[in-house]
């Protein structure tokens, strides 16, 4: 998993395949992810 900014406008699109990130020099498709990427009750390690 990797994090990055983008503007406020942009992050309304949740289009696949639409960013990309960069890591280690090479370019990797991103999308956004509007959930956060922990589960704080638990409840995804349950079901």
């Given at each position: 998993m990797?994090?990055?900014y983008l503007p406020t406008?942009?992050?309304k699109d949740e289009s696949a395949g639409l960013f990309e990130i960069e890591i280690l020099g090479r370019r990797r498709p991103?999308?956004?992810?509007?959930?956060?990427?922990f589960d704080p009750e638990g409840h995804r390690m349950r079901s």
């Open positions: 990797a994090q990055g406008a942009l992050s991103a999308r956004v992810n509007v959930e956060p990427p």
